[in-house]
T-cell receptor, first 113, second 119 residues
Framework: AQSVTQLGSHVSVSEGALVLLRCNYS??????LFWYVQYPNQGLQLLLK??????LVKGINGFEAEFKKSETSFHLTKPSAHMSDAAEYFC???????????FGKGTRLHILP | GAVVSQHPSRVICKSGTSVKIECRSL??????MFWYRQFPKQSLMLMAT?????????EQGVEKDKFLINHASLTLSTLTVTSAHPEDSSFYIC???????????????FGPGTRLTVT
């Protein structure tokens, strides 16, 4: 069965500092991996996704993530945090043969001035 | 990009009544739509997968007679919470898979969510 583990339910970084949100997954077959962002009382917006090919994936708003099969990880990074990045971030996994997306518990990112 | 809408965005109803939530794909066709439930400060839990023209597939523990799902067209799915109770209060989010995205399985577009409060 697929699962996603996000380390840290809350992460705080200073404005301008590096953002690192950790995600580890479990899947019996090559996974599709996603990062979504959710602002208060809103739906989810796709930041980036990995399906096949290049393991370093660039997304919107300056975010990127690297698929590391050996570590079963898909950590999200951004070189310089902006106040507008404060939100809830969800890592998710699905299998190529299955439409279902399984979400992690989410990490709330706080940006300190 | 693909847009998914939900209506209403917020609804308050009395215990025992039924509430219908609509999910529409505005600029694409969706053979498959998904319904999620999100409790405060928690992740999204998949409730059911809705396929156009056929019965929905419910996840374990989700009462199909309580959460009625209809997917009558390629752009519309509805979730009806029947005989709602306060414990049904939650944030309900739908997503839709773009038929045209073909091999990009897993590409889903999410609606803005519906906040249901049962009093």
């Amino acid at each position: 069965a697929q699962s996603v583990t996000q380390l840290g339910s809350h992460v705080s970084v200073s404005e301008g500092a590096l953002v690192l949100l950790r995600c580890n997954y479990s899947s019996s077959v090559p996974p599709y991996l996603f990062w979504y962002v959710q602002y208060p009382n809103q739906g989810l917006q796709l930041l980036l996704k990995y399906t096949t090919g290049a393991t370093l994936v660039k997304g919107i708003n300056g975010f990127e993530a690297e698929f590391k099969k050996s570590e079963t990880s898909f950590h999200l990074t951004k070189p310089s945090a902006h106040m507008s990045d404060a939100a809830e971030y969800f890592c998710a996994v699905s299998e190529w043969r299955d439409d279902k997306i399984i979400f992690g518990k989410g990490t709330r990112l706080h940006i300190l001035p | 990009g693909a847009v998914v809408s939900q209506h209403p965005s917020r609804v308050i109803c009395k215990s025992g009544t039924s509430v219908k939530i609509e999910c529409r794909s505005l600029d694409f066709q969706a053979t498959t739509m998904f319904w999620y439930r999100q409790f405060p400060k928690q992740s999204l839990m998949l409730m059911a997968t809705s396929n156009e023209g056929s019965k929905a597939t419910y996840e374990q523990g989700v009462e199909k007679d309580k959460f009625l799902i209809n997917h009558a067209s390629l752009t519309l799915s509805t979730l009806t919470v029947t005989s709602a109770h306060p414990e049904d209060s939650s944030f309900y989010i739908c997503s839709a898979r773009d038929l045209a995205s073909g091999g990009a399985k897993g590409e889903q577009y999410f609606g803005p969510g519906t906040r249901l409060t049962v009093t």
